[in-house]
Protein backbone atom coordinates (compact mmCIF):
# COMPACT_ATOMS: atom_id res chain seq x y z
CA UNK A 1 0.00 0.00 0.00
CA UNK A 2 1.82 3.22 -1.21
CA UNK A 3 0.40 5.76 0.96
CA UNK A 4 2.49 8.77 -0.68
CA UNK A 5 3.24 8.55 -4.54
CA UNK A 6 5.30 10.26 -7.22
CA UNK A 7 3.71 9.41 -10.55
CA UNK A 8 6.32 11.05 -12.38
CA UNK A 9 9.43 8.92 -12.58
CA UNK A 10 11.51 11.74 -14.41
CA UNK A 11 11.05 14.94 -15.63
CA UNK A 12 13.24 17.55 -17.71
CA UNK A 13 13.18 21.37 -17.78
CA UNK A 14 15.38 23.98 -19.38
CA UNK A 15 17.86 25.92 -17.14
CA UNK A 16 16.20 29.22 -16.06
CA UNK A 17 12.36 27.51 -16.02
CA UNK A 18 10.22 26.27 -13.37
CA UNK A 19 10.35 23.14 -12.54
CA UNK A 20 6.76 21.53 -11.17
CA UNK A 21 7.36 18.29 -8.90
CA UNK A 22 4.44 16.62 -7.64
CA UNK A 23 3.29 14.52 -4.83
CA UNK A 24 -0.07 12.61 -3.73
CA UNK A 25 -0.68 10.86 -0.38
CA UNK A 26 -3.79 8.63 0.81
CA UNK A 27 -3.44 8.82 4.76
CA UNK A 28 -5.38 12.10 5.91
CA UNK A 29 -4.05 11.56 9.31
CA UNK A 30 -0.26 12.82 7.79
CA UNK A 31 0.07 16.63 9.15
CA UNK A 32 3.58 17.30 8.54
CA UNK A 33 5.27 16.98 4.62
CA UNK A 34 9.03 17.27 3.30
CA UNK A 35 11.23 17.56 0.37
CA UNK A 36 14.58 15.99 0.14
CA UNK A 37 17.09 16.21 -2.64
CA UNK A 38 19.37 13.23 -3.72
CA UNK A 39 22.05 13.12 -5.55
CA UNK A 40 24.30 9.93 -6.29
CA UNK A 41 26.20 8.17 -3.43
CA UNK A 42 24.83 10.41 -1.28
CA UNK A 43 22.04 10.16 1.37
CA UNK A 44 18.72 12.05 1.43
CA UNK A 45 19.03 16.16 1.13
CA UNK A 46 16.68 17.99 3.44
CA UNK A 47 14.50 21.13 1.37
CA UNK A 48 11.70 22.52 2.75
CA UNK A 49 9.06 21.31 4.51
CA UNK A 50 5.31 22.25 4.99
CA UNK A 51 2.77 21.43 8.13
CA UNK A 52 -0.91 20.75 7.53
CA UNK A 53 -2.03 24.49 9.11
CA UNK A 54 -0.52 25.91 5.96
CA UNK A 55 -0.97 25.88 2.34
CA UNK A 56 1.93 27.53 0.74
CA UNK A 57 5.57 27.76 2.24
CA UNK A 58 8.40 29.33 0.58
CA UNK A 59 12.66 28.99 0.96
CA UNK A 60 14.36 31.06 -1.59
CA UNK A 61 14.03 29.12 -5.44
CA UNK A 62 11.84 26.71 -3.48
CA UNK A 63 8.12 26.60 -3.18
CA UNK A 64 6.22 24.01 -1.29
CA UNK A 65 2.22 24.05 -2.07
CA UNK A 66 -0.54 21.79 -0.29
CA UNK A 67 -3.90 20.90 -1.28
CA UNK A 68 -5.63 19.05 2.03
CA UNK A 69 -8.43 18.30 -0.06
CA UNK A 70 -7.04 17.06 -3.05
CA UNK A 71 -4.13 15.06 -0.58
CA UNK A 72 -1.30 16.86 -3.12
CA UNK A 73 1.47 18.68 -2.83
CA UNK A 74 3.85 20.12 -4.80
CA UNK A 75 7.33 21.30 -5.49
CA UNK A 76 8.36 24.67 -7.20
CA UNK A 77 11.63 24.97 -8.20
CA UNK A 78 12.31 28.97 -10.42
CA UNK A 79 14.48 29.06 -11.83
CA UNK A 80 15.74 26.20 -12.08
CA UNK A 81 19.85 25.71 -12.62
CA UNK A 82 22.10 22.17 -13.48
CA UNK A 83 22.94 21.84 -9.52
CA UNK A 84 18.92 21.26 -9.26
CA UNK A 85 19.71 18.09 -11.06
CA UNK A 86 19.20 14.82 -8.66
CA UNK A 87 16.27 12.83 -7.30
CA UNK A 88 13.34 14.61 -5.32
CA UNK A 89 11.36 12.66 -2.71
CA UNK A 90 8.71 13.27 -1.26
CA UNK A 91 7.59 12.53 2.72
CA UNK A 92 4.88 12.35 4.92
CA UNK A 93 4.67 11.78 8.45
CA UNK A 94 1.25 12.01 10.86
CA UNK A 95 0.93 12.99 14.15
CA UNK A 96 2.83 16.20 15.92
CA UNK A 97 6.37 14.53 17.26
CA UNK A 98 5.35 11.39 14.96
CA UNK A 99 8.65 9.77 14.27
CA UNK A 100 8.89 8.35 10.80
CA UNK A 101 8.54 9.40 7.39
CA UNK A 102 6.63 7.83 4.67
CA UNK A 103 8.55 8.68 1.57
CA UNK A 104 7.50 8.62 -2.61
CA UNK A 105 9.20 6.66 -5.32
CA UNK A 106 11.26 9.80 -6.18
CA UNK A 107 10.95 12.04 -9.23
CA UNK A 108 14.35 12.08 -11.20
CA UNK A 109 14.89 15.74 -12.17
CA UNK A 110 17.21 16.91 -15.11
CA UNK A 111 17.73 20.53 -15.74
CA UNK A 112 19.28 21.11 -19.39
CA UNK A 113 21.91 23.87 -19.88
CA UNK B 1 32.04 18.05 9.90
CA UNK B 2 29.07 17.92 12.26
CA UNK B 3 26.94 16.01 9.68
CA UNK B 4 25.56 12.35 9.96
CA UNK B 5 28.29 9.94 9.26
CA UNK B 6 28.27 6.21 8.38
CA UNK B 7 30.49 3.69 8.75
CA UNK B 8 31.32 1.87 6.27
CA UNK B 9 29.94 3.53 3.13
CA UNK B 10 30.19 -0.15 1.55
CA UNK B 11 30.10 -3.30 2.01
CA UNK B 12 30.11 -6.68 0.58
CA UNK B 13 29.55 -10.03 2.16
CA UNK B 14 28.62 -13.67 0.94
CA UNK B 15 24.98 -14.76 1.84
CA UNK B 16 25.12 -16.59 5.89
CA UNK B 17 27.67 -14.13 6.64
CA UNK B 18 26.91 -11.12 9.77
CA UNK B 19 27.53 -7.34 9.05
CA UNK B 20 27.33 -4.81 11.30
CA UNK B 21 26.53 -0.88 10.22
CA UNK B 22 27.51 2.52 12.37
CA UNK B 23 25.75 6.16 12.61
CA UNK B 24 27.18 8.52 14.25
CA UNK B 25 24.23 11.44 14.43
CA UNK B 26 24.91 15.26 15.00
CA UNK B 27 25.44 15.01 18.59
CA UNK B 28 22.92 16.91 20.06
CA UNK B 29 20.16 15.22 18.42
CA UNK B 30 18.37 13.10 20.70
CA UNK B 31 16.25 10.51 17.94
CA UNK B 32 17.83 8.16 15.53
CA UNK B 33 16.55 6.57 13.10
CA UNK B 34 17.30 4.22 10.31
CA UNK B 35 15.93 3.34 6.96
CA UNK B 36 16.49 1.27 4.19
CA UNK B 37 16.53 2.27 0.30
CA UNK B 38 16.18 -0.33 -2.41
CA UNK B 39 16.71 0.27 -6.20
CA UNK B 40 13.87 2.62 -7.58
CA UNK B 41 11.95 3.34 -4.16
CA UNK B 42 12.17 5.92 -1.48
CA UNK B 43 13.76 4.98 1.53
CA UNK B 44 11.54 2.73 4.15
CA UNK B 45 11.46 2.83 8.19
CA UNK B 46 13.04 0.47 9.66
CA UNK B 47 13.46 1.24 13.63
CA UNK B 48 14.28 4.39 15.77
CA UNK B 49 16.06 4.98 19.18
CA UNK B 50 14.59 8.53 21.33
CA UNK B 51 18.25 8.07 23.35
CA UNK B 52 19.40 4.98 24.24
CA UNK B 53 15.37 3.57 23.81
CA UNK B 54 14.17 1.39 21.04
CA UNK B 55 10.62 2.72 20.45
CA UNK B 56 9.80 1.03 17.02
CA UNK B 57 10.64 -1.59 15.33
CA UNK B 58 8.83 -2.01 11.62
CA UNK B 59 7.53 -5.66 10.41
CA UNK B 60 10.26 -5.15 7.11
CA UNK B 61 12.93 -5.38 10.57
CA UNK B 62 12.63 -9.49 10.90
CA UNK B 63 14.30 -11.00 14.22
CA UNK B 64 17.73 -11.27 11.82
CA UNK B 65 18.42 -7.60 12.32
CA UNK B 66 18.94 -5.64 15.73
CA UNK B 67 19.84 -2.17 16.47
CA UNK B 68 21.38 -0.41 19.47
CA UNK B 69 22.06 3.15 20.67
CA UNK B 70 24.14 2.66 24.28
CA UNK B 71 24.50 5.59 25.60
CA UNK B 72 22.12 7.10 23.49
CA UNK B 73 24.92 8.25 21.19
CA UNK B 74 26.28 6.09 18.34
CA UNK B 75 24.11 3.23 17.01
CA UNK B 76 25.26 0.36 15.09
CA UNK B 77 22.46 -1.97 12.75
CA UNK B 78 23.84 -5.52 12.68
CA UNK B 79 22.39 -8.30 10.25
CA UNK B 80 23.00 -11.93 10.78
CA UNK B 81 22.77 -14.65 8.35
CA UNK B 82 22.91 -12.40 5.49
CA UNK B 83 20.63 -13.03 2.26
CA UNK B 84 20.36 -11.60 -0.85
CA UNK B 85 17.29 -9.88 -0.36
CA UNK B 86 19.28 -7.66 2.31
CA UNK B 87 21.06 -5.75 -0.31
CA UNK B 88 19.96 -2.32 -0.39
CA UNK B 89 21.62 1.06 0.83
CA UNK B 90 21.24 1.57 4.90
CA UNK B 91 20.37 5.23 5.94
CA UNK B 92 20.91 6.78 9.14
CA UNK B 93 18.91 9.53 10.29
CA UNK B 94 18.83 11.84 13.41
CA UNK B 95 16.57 14.80 14.59
CA UNK B 96 16.49 17.36 17.68
CA UNK B 97 13.44 16.67 19.26
CA UNK B 98 11.85 20.75 19.49
CA UNK B 99 8.90 21.67 18.91
CA UNK B 100 6.10 19.90 16.88
CA UNK B 101 7.14 19.14 13.38
CA UNK B 102 11.35 18.23 12.95
CA UNK B 103 13.18 17.41 10.44
CA UNK B 104 15.52 14.39 10.00
CA UNK B 105 19.20 14.46 8.63
CA UNK B 106 20.58 11.87 7.34
CA UNK B 107 23.71 10.34 6.70
CA UNK B 108 25.90 8.96 3.17
CA UNK B 109 24.31 5.66 3.81
CA UNK B 110 26.20 2.12 3.52
CA UNK B 111 25.68 0.10 0.29
CA UNK B 112 25.34 -3.03 0.89
CA UNK B 113 25.67 -5.88 -1.25
CA UNK B 114 24.82 -9.86 -0.37
CA UNK B 115 26.36 -12.06 -2.82
Known amino acids: DQQVKQNSPSLSVQEGRISILNCDYTNSMFDYFLWYKKYPAEGPTFLIS?????DKNEDGRFTVFLNKSAKHLSLHIVPSQPGDSAVYFCAASGGSGTYKYIFGTGTRLKVLA | DTGVSQDPRHKITKRGQNVTFRCDPI?????LYWYRQTLGQGPEFLTYFQNEAQLEKSRLLSDRFSAERPKGSFSTLEIQRTEQGDSAMYLC?????????????FGPGTRLTVL
Open chain 2, 27 to 31: SEHNR
Open chain 2, 93 to 105: ASSLIQGSYNEQF
Open chain 1, 50 to 54: ISSIK
